[in-house]
């Protein structure tokens, strides 16, 4: 469809401007002030137009375990979470499809799925989320979490000796199973990207992370991973490699322009500047990073060195929600208590920049999406300066990161299909997403980990806490 969005709001070096923008064969076509009409006609008076942004990390079958777990650290975290882990696919289904309608109507155009995986139906999940975004009509990505590690191999010893423990599958078998889903599912024209994704060096055999990364190169797909996110996996590395994770990391061939890493909360100046070395991607996740007590990222010091810096909302059991201007909001300011040279702060300009354009960036798609500009995908937010939480009228971008704007999206045009209209999805029914995540759902008041007792007392020891 072709559309034109007329007089509406798009910012420019200095301020604002208010142009036409039209849209054709899922690409913008022109940016001018009185253009002719051209298809359908969108009013754009007192409303903002923006690139849409990047959900650059999350897991969304955690949807189902959505404020449910105690504030715990993520290495206890992890162990109540995969207790409960949904063992069907239509759950996997219902809360992809919430996950992107969630981002959707927070500004979000594209999302990328570390995508929780059901034992023994590996594939099935994959196919469950993967028709949940094309039916929605998100861009997604979607990276399988694989490992072939059990879960106490991710906790630091602590000096301490522990049996040695069987590997849950072997390297052969992850790489096989990361090169099935690409071959069975990865359709970037119709939106669908997969991803290599290992949940990360804490999990992951040396044999597994180098024969993953042979899988980008291989078949030209993205990388993602979790890394350096606690303290805990910090003092894991120093035992496992005698050396930075980063660096490891390096010697893998992991690192590169694809590449993105989701949290990176302890790494050192030179960390960092191999990161910006390799133009790998940061993916700022500072909602769950609060939540699960992991710590503070080092983000200024990533843009001052010239490291690509993404959002992400992270899953929706250690957030609890998929608000990506809720994300981008805490991850601009909540830097400013860590540098006293004020000139460093990230401003709304610039967090809306790393949200779009560096979301793109690290995805490789930054020469097609990301930024208001004739030829790219029409990948666009239409946000309404009416709303009450974005009035009354000041600085639009300020209001939209600084405020808390709340049902402010009034469309979404992704590749020039438009998803949402007038605040509402249009591709799919809400009501029928509502009642499937009610029906599928009980509430709880309290529930009983077997995992938790075993892995909080190998976490104690190892954190130097107080035995219980």
Sequence with gaps: MEFTIQSVCVPTRDGYDWVDV????????????HLPPLGTLINGHHKLLLPGFVNAHTHSPEMWQRGLIAPLPLELWLAELYDFTPLAPEKIYWSALGTAVETLLS????????????????????????????????????????????????????????SPVPNLRSADETIALAKAAIEQFHDPAAGIHIMVAPTGPQLCSDESLAGLAALRDRYDVCLHTHLLETRGQHLLFTEKYGCSAVAHLQRLNFLGETTSLAHC??????????????????????????????????????????????FGCDGSASNDSQDLLEAIKLGSILHNVTDLEYRHWITPRQAVTMAALGGAKGLGLQAVTGTLAVGQWADLVLYDLENLSLLPRTDPIGQLVL?????????????????????????????????ALLDHSEWHAQRTSTTLPQFQTYYRQAMGLAAD
């Design 22 to 33: 039209q849209i054709q064969q899922g690409r913008i076509t022109a940016i001018a002030p």
């Design 107 to 162: 500004g979000g155009t594209t999302v990328v799925d570390h995508l929780i995986l059901i034992p023994g139906q590996e594939m099935e999940t994959i196919a469950a989320a993967v028709r949940a975004y094309r039916e929605v009509g998100i861009r997604a990505f979607v990276g399988p979490l694989l490992h072939d590690q059990d879960f106490i191999t991710s906790l630091p010893t602590g000096g301490q000796s522990r």
């Design 265 to 310: 909360v302890w790494l050192d100046d030179a960390d960092i500047e191999m990161l910006a070395a390799t133009r790998s991607t940061v993916v700022h996740n500072p909602l769950s990073n609060l939540r699960l007590g992991s710590g503070i990222a080092p983000v200024l010091k990533y843009r001052a060195a010239g490291v690509n810096v993404a």
């Design 403 to 435: 405020g808390r704007p709340t049902q402010a999206v009034h469309s979404v045009w992704v590749q020039g299909d438009r998803v949402v209209a007038d605040g509402t999805v249009t591709t799919i029914h809400l009501d029928t997403l509502r009642a």
